[in-house]
């Protein structure tokens, strides 16, 4: 496999390691400092000013399995391109976009890239990322790295402070309008607008039956009977999700309460909440809703393309 390293500035590095450290084909992501003059900056050194660094991330990855255009594709989604005094709520130099190549051929996708965004009409602005070459990149301290995984919560708190989020749903907005069509009204307000079915007045609350539940949007597997059970919540409990890479949480922060919401890895439907207050060896409840799921009975499992899943029922619990 060819690897490569990709250098992007967007702002506060805590939100630039995310979006792409879901990708397949991507390697490593550290955040860190490029493009000042002093070497192995301190982040106060960098936010001071004087340094003349930015925070950026430094990518490394398959290019066979994620290519460089791609990885534009998605930078340009995670910023405000129209902004050269900082990005969102953090303002200053140090906190400016700036797209830094490694080689020729990323400097001519990376102008072809911002010219085709340019005369998309998707701003009414002027694109003012800079496009500039590597220079080199200095690892931010280690409490900074992975901020988004070991800090889940304040992380949450700031992205969505931010305004960051906000600016992406309202110029990027995902077409989910063929969905409207292949699902019902109440699968598509709790997967696409995260809303929750009544208690006991849905279709899975109480099934006894042996299967696979999978996303009723993507296909993808998510939970098995075999670690239902009956919580008394009158929705649909598991212990634990198929596979640990089946579901992505995150924090939500829309209800008055902190809770943990459950989202599905591929299909990014909303499914529910994981709570603290379940039974096995890690006390977890995930608490999903009917109408994010549908269940494929175990004898239908092979028909449906599931049969690798079998495996699941015919060993002892």
């Not at 936010?47 to 398959?62: L, P, W, Y």
């Not at 006991?200 to 039956?209: I, L």
Request: with cysteine; proline share 5%.
């Amino acid at each position: 496999m060819a690897q490569e390293k990709a250098t992007f500035a967007g702002g506060c590095f805590w939100c630039m390691v995310e979006p792409f450290d879901e990708q397949e084909g991507i390697i490593d992501i550290s955040s860190g400092y490029t493009g000042g003059k002093t070497e192995h900056p301190s982040y106060k050194e960098v936010i001071s000013g004087d340094t003349g660094h930015v925070e950026a991330v430094q990518i490394t990855f398959e290019s066979d399995m994620f290519s460089y255009k791609k990885l534009l594709e998605l930078i340009w989604q995670q910023i405000d391109p129209t902004d050269a005094g900082g990005q969102f709520k953090d303002r200053g130099e140090f906190y400016r976009t700036v797209i830094f190549y490694h080689n020729e051929t990323q400097k001519e996708q990376a102008i072809q890239s911002k010219k085709d965004l340019s005369e998309s009409g998707r701003f009414s602005k002027p694109i003012v990322t800079e496009i500039l070459p590597a220079l080199p990149f200095f690892e931010a301290e280690q409490y900074h790295q992975d901020f988004y995984k070991k800090n889940a919560f304040r992380y949450a708190l700031y992205k969505r402070g931010s305004g960051r989020e906000e600016f992406k749903r309202m110029h990027w907005p995902k077409d989910r309008s063929h969905l409207r069509v292949s699902l019902g009204d109440m699968q598509y307000h709790v997967t696409q607008e995260n809303g929750t079915e009544p208690p006991f007045e849905n279709e899975y609350w109480n099934n006894t039956k042996e299967g696979l539940y999978v996303d009723v949007v993507s296909g993808e597997p998510l939970f098995t009977s075999k670690d239902q059970y009956d919580s008394g919540c009158g929705w649909p409990s598991f212990t634990k999700p198929v596979m640990d890479a089946s579901v992505k949480e995150r924090y939500d922060l829309s209800h008055k309460s902190t809770r943990v919401e459950v989202r599905s890895r591929e299909g990014d439907s909303h499914l529910g909440h994981v709570f603290t207050d379940g039974p096995g060896p890690k006390g977890l409840r995930y608490c999903i809703n009917s109408a994010a799921l549908r269940f494929i009975p175990k004898e239908r499992l092979e028909a449906e393309g599931y049969g690798d899943f079998l495996i699941l029922f015919n060993s002892r619990k």
